[in-house]
């Protein structure tokens, strides 16, 4: 059996799994059925607890297609608050190894139990190359392009995973997103494929966001993503150093740290514990 954990932040739901046991699995194939949210447990991605040599511990994430992403906002928020409440962690800070490097948390708990997690999600990335998208020049950040019949301005930018944001001028629950986030994800402009968002602002402080994560699809929210947004948006002057981004799950603050990596605070939460079928 496989012992799990459903925890979600901001509604981006996650099945994690502590696999440090040394009994290895197709861990690409277990996210493919466990994530299935009709036959399965149901979640946006699998987390997976590692060992690392490098930093307090490694975190490694499937997408439901069985793809493994490099790095998840939300996810790693889980990923502490899961090991802080296990009584793993005396300090309330430590340090994660992802797949887009090493990331550091700050928890902030009550009664034993971590309320709130602080990540620092790096600095922002526009160097084409490394995000990557199939561009010219030193930034992408308003590349007009036609999809499916639908005029974007897309600006790509990296937080360890590719992104491609969208701003408009209405509403985000008016946007066909079902139909031109699978567009967006698989355009030949992203030799890795892409999350996209869309996002409107609405004021200095205040964002709204929806998100076709690559992999996954529609999800309530997304970390890298609200991340990918806020950066885009002070690049192009319509926020200053914090803003506070609503997703459909909830709401997720973002401040700019001393060297200019973005720091994002949000919730995490236990949903219930099970044992899967080996």
């Not at 019949?149 to 944001?165: F, Q």
């Amino acid at each position: 059996m496989i012992r799990f954990t459903k925890m979600h932040g901001t509604g981006n739901d996650f099945v994690l799994v502590d696999a440090r046991d040394g009994n290895e699995r197709d861990w690409p194939a277990f996210a493919r059925r466990a994530c299935d949210r009709h036959f399965g447990i149901g979640a946006d991605g699998v987390l997976l607890i590692r060992p690392s040599a490098i930093a307090d511990y490694r975190m490694v994430m499937y997408n439901p297609d069985g793809s493994e992403a490099e790095m998840c906002g939300n996810g790693i928020r889980c990923f502490a608050k899961y090991l802080y409440d296990a009584g793993e962690l005396h300090p309330r800070s430590l340090t994660i190894e992802t797949g887009a490097g090493i990331k550091q948390i700050e928890i902030e708990a009550r009664d034993g139990r971590a309320q709130r997690v602080v990540v620092d999600m790096g600095i922002p990335t526009f160097v084409p190359e490394k995000i990557p998208v199939l561009a010219d020049g030193s930034d992408v950040v308003d590349l007009r392009k036609t999809i499916d019949g639908l005029e974007l301005t897309l600006a790509a930018v990296s937080m360890g995973n590719p992104h491609a944001v969208h701003f408009l001028d209405g509403d985000v629950e008016a946007f066909p997103l079902e139909r031109i986030g699978p567009l967006v994800e698989h355009d030949p402009l992203f030799p890795r494929r892409v999350n996209f968002e869309i996002a409107r602002v609405r004021s200095s402080e205040q964002i709204d966001v929806r998100v076709w994560e690559r992999g996954a699809g529609i999800t309530l929210a997304c970390g890298t993503g609200a991340c990918a947004v806020f950066a885009v948006a002070r690049r192009k002057g319509l926020i200053g150093d914090r803003a506070c981004l609503r997703l459909p799950g909830g709401e997720l603050e973002m401040r700019v740290g001393r060297s200019g990596e973005i720091l994002m605070a949000g919730p995490a939460t236990l949903v219930f514990t099970g044992e899967w079928p080996d």
